[in-house]
T-cell receptor, first 117, second 116 residues
Framework: NAGVTQTPKFQVLKTGQSMTLQCAQD?????MSWYRQDPGMGLRLIHY???????DQGEVPNGYNVSRSTTEDFPLRLLSAAPSQTSVYFC????????????????FGQGTRLTVV | AQKITQTQPGMFVQEKEAVTLDCTYD???????LFWYKQPSSGEMIFLIY??????QNATEGRYSLNFQKARKSANLVISASQLGDSAMYFC?????????????FGAGTRLFVKA
């Protein structure tokens, strides 16, 4: 019962470094998203994907890239880390049935706590 | 544009009492879904309850109920008989059918403290 798996759980980066946050789901969900969580701001959408090969920007996409080569994986890349990207990052997936029925919840990974120094 | 507003940054409740967490929303979508998630100190996001915009009755799930007032655009979460384990961050969230039914937007959250 893996669900959505994020790695790593914790990461410290130096300003200017790049890295990739991994996200994988085994539920065959079409829709996947990346969020960042900051105190007092809830979760904000960074990028999302509606299927393999299709991605789009959310509210706060600057400084991040994504790709979706398979249904299962949706990595998030930080191109040149900045202290403003210190946050907790969540990956989430939703079954396509949720698009119109909207009664299926999003499944979340455990989160990645990223600190940029 | 869609927006979720949670005006209570923090709430205290005595164990075994009921508590209401406020949530108001704004959307032009005629069809939408409202969700509540719990985030304990361990950090994971736990789905609690769902309310559809066309549902006639308020949703209930065990000790959780959703007080849905469509005309007021509010979707408050009611937790009955609070337990110490209910101490957590609670997020109200929404998806709209016409604005991407899979894109969930979240409020800023309410931190609930349950006192023994």
């Amino acid at each position: 019962n893996a669900g959505v798996t994020q790695t790593p759980k914790f990461q410290v980066l130096k300003t200017g470094q790049s890295m990739t946050l991994q996200c994988a789901q085994d539920m065959n969900h079409e829709y996947m998203s990346w969020y960042r969580q900051d105190p007092g701001m809830g979760l904000r959408l960074i990028h999302y994907s509606v299927g393999a090969g299709i991605t789009d920007q959310g509210e706060v996409p600057n400084g991040y890239n994504v790709s979706r080569s398979t249904t299962e994986d949706f990595p998030l890349r930080l191109l040149s880390a900045a202290p403003s990207q210190t946050s907790v990052y969540f990956c989430a997936s939703i079954s396509r049935i949720g698009e119109f029925e909207m009664n299926t919840e999003a499944f979340f990974g455990q989160g990645t706590r990223l600190t940029v120094v | 544009a869609q927006k979720i507003t949670q005006t209570q940054p923090g709430m205290f409740v005595q164990e075994k009492e009921a508590v209401t967490l406020d949530c108001t929303y704004d959307t032009s979508d005629p069809s939408y879904g409202l969700f509540w998630y719990k985030q304990p100190s361990s950090g994971e996001m736990i789905f609690l309850i769902y309310q559809g915009s066309y549902d006639q009755q308020n949703a209930t799930e065990g000790r959780y109920s959703l007080n849905f007032q469509k005309a007021r655009k509010s979707a408050n979460l009611v937790i009955s008989a609070s337990q110490l384990g209910d101490s957590a961050m609670y997020f109200c969230a929404m998806r709209g059918r016409n604005t991407g039914g899979f894109k969930t937007i979240f409020g800023a959250g309410t931190r609930l403290f349950v006192k023994a």
